[in-house]
Protein backbone atom coordinates (compact mmCIF):
# COMPACT_ATOMS: atom_id res chain seq x y z
CA UNK A 1 0.00 0.00 0.00
CA UNK A 2 2.87 2.64 0.61
CA UNK A 3 5.67 1.26 -1.99
CA UNK A 4 5.62 4.15 -3.60
CA UNK A 5 6.44 6.37 0.18
CA UNK A 6 8.56 3.77 0.97
CA UNK A 7 10.56 4.01 -2.35
CA UNK A 8 10.91 7.65 -1.93
CA UNK A 9 11.94 7.24 1.69
CA UNK A 10 14.68 4.69 0.42
CA UNK A 11 16.50 7.26 -2.00
CA UNK A 12 16.35 10.11 0.18
CA UNK A 13 17.83 7.73 2.79
CA UNK A 14 20.50 6.54 0.48
CA UNK A 15 21.10 10.92 -0.98
CA UNK A 16 21.65 11.70 3.25
CA UNK A 17 23.91 8.95 3.56
CA UNK A 18 26.27 10.08 0.71
CA UNK A 19 25.96 13.35 1.94
CA UNK A 20 27.20 12.77 5.15
CA UNK A 21 29.94 10.58 3.97
CA UNK A 22 30.60 13.92 2.10
CA UNK A 23 30.69 15.65 5.21
CA UNK A 24 32.59 13.51 7.11
CA UNK A 25 35.61 13.40 4.62
CA UNK A 26 35.27 17.46 4.43
CA UNK A 27 35.79 17.54 8.37
CA UNK A 28 38.85 15.35 8.41
CA UNK A 29 40.60 17.22 5.73
CA UNK A 30 43.94 18.42 7.39
CA UNK A 31 43.66 22.30 8.29
CA UNK A 32 45.78 24.89 6.15
CA UNK A 33 48.95 26.15 7.55
CA UNK A 34 48.16 29.71 7.91
CA UNK A 35 46.15 31.13 10.81
CA UNK A 36 43.61 32.73 8.98
CA UNK A 37 42.72 30.20 6.59
CA UNK A 38 42.82 27.61 9.44
CA UNK A 39 40.13 29.95 11.12
CA UNK A 40 37.94 30.01 8.08
CA UNK A 41 37.88 26.64 7.28
CA UNK A 42 37.03 26.00 11.17
CA UNK A 43 34.18 28.22 10.68
CA UNK A 44 32.90 26.31 7.67
CA UNK A 45 32.93 23.07 9.72
CA UNK A 46 31.44 24.15 12.00
CA UNK A 47 28.25 24.82 9.08
CA UNK A 48 28.84 21.72 8.14
CA UNK A 49 28.27 19.93 11.78
CA UNK A 50 25.06 21.58 11.88
CA UNK A 51 23.60 20.56 8.36
CA UNK A 52 24.93 16.94 9.69
CA UNK A 53 23.22 17.02 12.64
CA UNK A 54 20.28 18.25 10.33
CA UNK A 55 20.97 14.87 7.91
CA UNK A 56 21.00 12.54 10.79
CA UNK A 57 17.86 13.72 12.38
CA UNK A 58 16.10 13.61 9.17
CA UNK A 59 17.95 9.76 8.54
CA UNK A 60 16.69 8.88 11.88
CA UNK A 61 12.94 9.88 11.25
CA UNK A 62 12.91 8.31 7.49
CA UNK A 63 14.43 5.14 9.27
CA UNK A 64 11.20 5.06 11.86
CA UNK A 65 8.77 5.36 9.03
CA UNK A 66 10.51 2.74 7.37
CA UNK A 67 10.08 0.63 10.26
CA UNK A 68 6.71 1.44 10.91
CA UNK A 69 5.75 0.61 6.86
CA UNK A 70 7.96 -2.78 7.59
CA UNK A 71 5.43 -3.50 10.88
CA UNK A 72 2.02 -2.19 9.35
CA UNK A 73 1.69 0.90 12.11
CA UNK A 74 2.52 3.42 9.16
CA UNK A 75 0.28 6.20 8.06
CA UNK A 76 -1.24 5.73 12.22
CA UNK A 77 -1.27 8.85 14.72
CA UNK A 78 1.37 7.77 17.08
CA UNK A 79 -1.03 10.24 19.63
CA UNK A 80 -4.78 9.15 18.84
CA UNK A 81 -4.14 5.82 17.20
CA UNK A 82 -6.36 7.77 13.79
CA UNK A 83 -5.36 7.61 10.26
CA UNK A 84 -2.86 10.50 9.18
CA UNK A 85 -4.36 11.69 6.15
CA UNK A 86 -2.97 10.67 3.10
CA UNK A 87 -2.24 13.86 1.72
CA UNK A 88 -0.01 14.85 4.68
CA UNK A 89 1.83 11.49 4.36
CA UNK A 90 2.41 12.47 0.38
CA UNK A 91 3.51 15.91 1.49
CA UNK A 92 5.52 14.72 4.61
CA UNK A 93 6.27 10.90 4.37
CA UNK A 94 8.07 10.98 8.41
CA UNK A 95 4.93 12.27 9.83
CA UNK A 96 4.22 10.56 12.66
CA UNK A 97 1.01 12.01 14.18
CA UNK A 98 -2.13 13.74 12.11
CA UNK A 99 -2.90 17.27 11.58
CA UNK A 100 -5.28 17.56 14.71
CA UNK A 101 -2.45 16.45 17.23
CA UNK A 102 0.37 18.24 15.29
CA UNK A 103 -1.23 21.15 16.45
Do not use: N
Amino acid sequence: MYEEIASRLERRLAELTGHIAEIDDEMRSALPADWEEQATELEGQDALQGVEKQKLQEIQQIRAALQRIAEGRYGLCVKCGEPIDPKRLQALPTAISCRACAG
